[in-house]
């Protein structure tokens, strides 16, 4: 079984700042990894994933994240935030020799950013 | 539409009622996912449909909840004798094909209110 754990609830920045939204898996198996960003009153949106390859992986609205096998984690990075990135984002995996795409999601992290 | 569709967008029933929410997936997806969002928790994976292969229902939580599809088309997930811990956002994604690498498109979601 594979477990998320997104390690901030809420994340406060200004705008401009950088900023880092921590992810966490447990998996005894091979994993993918995913971001996804719901803006308010919208339905989730990928903004990138991990699939195999390097290890840093580049998502829409100038989002990254990098892949970390030994210490099990996703972070998401951006180096310069906007108002409107002002979202939840939720982190997730899917065991990579399945069949299906059925997807676990870690909690979830409100991200506040300020004029 | 373009997207995944859910209806109704919000729904408050009596406690004990029987409750249905509809999805209708993007045309041509052959996978479709119902995911559950408690307030402050993260999405919850419920059932999985795959062209006509067996449905997996691993992750319904008790014998109240239901699903069907037809073919690849609209879904519905039905949930009977509701109680109070049922209220959640019920999110349906549909993916063109199966597999864990496919990028999962989601609806907008039905908030559903037991009272």
């Known amino acids: 079984a594979q477990s998320v754990t997104q390690l901030d609830s809420q994340v406060p920045v200004f705008e401009e700042a950088p900023v880092e939204l921590r992810c966490n898996y447990s998996?005894?198996?091979?994993?993918?990894l995913f971001w996804y960003v719901q803006y308010p009153n919208q339905g989730l949106q990928l903004l990138l994933k991990?699939?195999?390859?390097?290890?840093l992986v580049k998502g829409i609205n100038g989002f990254e994240a990098e892949f970390n096998k030994s210490q099990t984690s996703f972070h998401l990075r951006k180096p310069s935030v906007h108002i409107s990135d002002t979202a939840e984002y939720f982190c997730?995996?899917?065991?990579?020799?399945?069949?299906?795409?059925?997807?676990?999601f870690g909690q979830g992290t409100t991200l506040q950013v300020k004029p | 539409g373009a997207g995944v569709s859910q209806s109704p967008s919000n729904k408050v029933t009596e406690k004990g009622k029987d409750v249905e929410l509809r999805c209708d997936p993007i045309?041509?997806?052959?996978?479709l996912y119902w995911y559950r969002q408690r307030l402050g928790q993260g999405l919850e994976f419920l059932i999985y449909?795959?062209?006509?292969?067996?449905?997996?229902k691993s992750g319904l939580p008790s014998d109240r909840f239901s699903a069907e599809r037809t073919g690849e088309s609209v879904s519905t997930l039905t949930i009977q004798r509701t109680q109070q811990e049922d209220s959640a956002v019920y999110l349906c994604?549909?993916?063109?094909?199966?597999?864990?690498?496919?990028?999962?498109?989601f609806g907008q979601g039905t908030r559903l209110t037991v009272v």
């Open positions: 994604a549909s993916s063109l094909v199966w597999g864990a690498h496919t990028e999962a498109f």
């Open positions: 998996s005894s198996v091979s994993v993918y």
């Open positions: 991990y699939l195999s390859g390097s290890t």
């Open positions: 997730a995996v899917s065991e990579s020799s399945g069949n299906t795409g059925k997807l676990i």
């Open positions: 045309s041509g997806h052959t996978a």
């Open positions: 449909f795959q062209g006509n292969s067996a449905p997996d």
